[in-house]
């Protein structure tokens, strides 16, 4: 069996495999993404159901947004462009559709920040766009621990999956066996959702999500919630 070393080194998959951990110090766990409001408005009432919602919500929002900027962000923090930063940075901005997807973006990426700050891992003084969303804060940290993009998007998807799949089991009767089932029918999925990614030109971007941003929005005045979006 071969001992060589891989394509991308051992440390940067590790700083990777850190930066997607559901451990990490961020808060993620406290965002179900309009996922919760979709249970409720019984959008989403098994796992069939589930599944077919990751699915799409990959295909028309990860797929077309924050994959494709990840990239964009991760090649700008690599050239030292700042200016490029901080269009991308105000671009998915503009694209979160109700205040809570907006909240969560600031907040995961202020989250980030402060967690990168404490290990004396940020960039220098005036790099860092105003206010940086989650994306572009672990694209720095992809960028600064050496990641390749591909594996990049790869991770920030799993991360994503991961966490909607823990959403689920905490609000949908949805046992972790069959949390386990969908994460091998999606597995594939994440795959082509990042080689999608990668070949999208800047005007083919931007969500396609009108269900979750109304549930989202229906979120938002829920009277009984366990989750902030």
């Known amino acids: 069996m071969s001992t060589e070393a891989s394509p991308m ?10 930066l ?27 796992e069939a159901d589930l599944g077919q919602w990751l699915a799409g919500v990959l295909d028309d929002g990860l797929t077309r947004c924050e994959l494709p900027v990840l990239a964009r962000q991760q090649q700008a923090w690599a050239d030292g462009d700042a200016a490029t930063l901080a269009q991308w940075n105000d671009w ?53 621990r050496h990641v390749p993009v591909r594996q990049t998007l790869l991770g920030f998807a799993w991360a994503w999956l991961e966490n909607q799949l823990a959403v689920a089991c905490k609000a949908l009767p949805l046992g972790h066996t069959a949390a386990q089932r969908l994460t091998e029918q999606l597995r594939p999925a994440l795959v082509r959702a990042v080689d999608n990614a990668l070949v999208l030109k800047d005007d083919e971007l931007g969500p396609i999500l009108p269900g979750l941003a109304l549930a989202s929005a229906h979120h938002e005045t829920q009277y009984s919630r366990l989750f902030r979006s």
């Open 20 to 46: 997607v951990s559901p451990a990490l110090p961020i808060g993620a766990f406290a965002w179900s993404q309009g996922l919760e409001s979709a249970f409720e408005l019984d959008w989403v009432r098994n």
């Open 92 to 144: 998915l901005h503009a694209t979160r559709e109700t205040a809570e997807l907006s909240d969560e973006d600031v907040r995961l990426g202020s989250a980030l920040t402060r967690l990168l700050t404490s290990l004396e891992l940020m960039p220098e003084d005036g790099q860092m766009p105003h206010e940086p969303g989650y994306v572009t804060v672990f694209a720095w940290a992809a960028h600064q």
């Open 9 to 18: 080194a051992d440390l940067s998959l590790l700083g990777l495999l850190q």
